[in-house]
């Protein structure tokens, strides 16, 4: 049964630094791209980063290149959201995902709050 579980999340204040972590299970994680999400109030959920399954290729939304870097680590199961430069607008929930055949599967998420 996959699984997805998210930590991590937490109070910053803006231009602070957090750690997301996404540990799966249930598949086979080498070989499947990790994606994390982010749904703010009121709006729509959307792509923040995506990783390949050897972690050679990585994907950003414009809105957080160069602040954050998604990281995985196969050996443990494990894909890594580091975010760097927090801004307001990063205030989410975040989500950690991925598709298996047809399916798509998606943690249960963790509240991230930037704020002064």
């Known amino acids: 049964q996959v699984q997805l579980v998210e930590s991590g999340g937490g109070l910053v204040q803006p231009g602070g630094s957090l750690r997301l972590f996404c540990a799966a299970s249930g598949f086979s994680f080498s070989g499947a791209a990790m994606t994390w999400y982010r749904q703010a109030p009121g709006k729509e959920r959307e792509l923040v980063a995506v990783i390949s399954g050897t972690g050679g290729i990585t994907n950003y939304a414009d809105s957080v290149k160069g602040r954050f870097t998604i990281s995985r680590d196969n050996a443990k199961n494990t894909v890594n959201l580091q975010m760097n430069s927090l801004k307001f607008e990063d205030t989410a929930v975040y989500y950690c995902?991925?598709?298996?055949?047809?399916?798509?599967?998606w943690g249960q998420g963790t509240q991230v709050t930037v704020s002064s």
């Open positions: 995902n991925t598709r298996i055949g047809l399916r798509s599967y």
